[in-house]
Nanobody, 124 residues
């Protein structure tokens, strides 16, 4: 069993920054790729970013790749998403997920554990 707990969401003005974190426990964290997904009101959950087990490979949704940075600290079983130059369209619940694989993926079916999510609201 794996538990994922997100934190760090909140309200920020457009152009601002936030860093959300995900603390993992249970399965060996360092052998799994990790991902961030988001779900805006009335929309389906969508991929945001993924990072390989060792942190060497990252992959982003096109609309965030110049603004967001995913990283991980395997010694602390934590993955981060640094979000800069936030836009109102980034408003969503952000979910952390642990992959069945050790490399990056944008497909939700490749992830078998999910956190409860943290709300990020960007005001215009």
């Amino acid at each position: 069993q794996v538990q994922l707990v997100e934190s760090g969401g909140g309200l920020v003005q457009a152009g601002g920054s936030l860093r959300v974190s995900c603390a993992a426990s249970g399965r060996t964290f360092s052998s799994s790729a990790m991902g961030w997904f988001r779900q805006a009101p009335g929309k389906e959950r969508e991929f945001v970013a993924s990072i390989s087990w060792n942190g060497f490979i990252t992959y982003y949704k096109d609309s965030v790749k110049d603004r967001f940075t995913i990283s991980r600290n395997n010694a602390k079983n934590t993955v981060f998403l640094q979000m800069n130059t936030l836009k109102p369209e980034d408003t969503a619940i952000y979910y952390c997920a642990a992959s069945k694989l050790n490399s990056i993926s944008r497909y939700p079916d490749d992830y078998d554990y999910w956190g409860q999510g943290t709300q990020v609201t960007v005001s215009s």
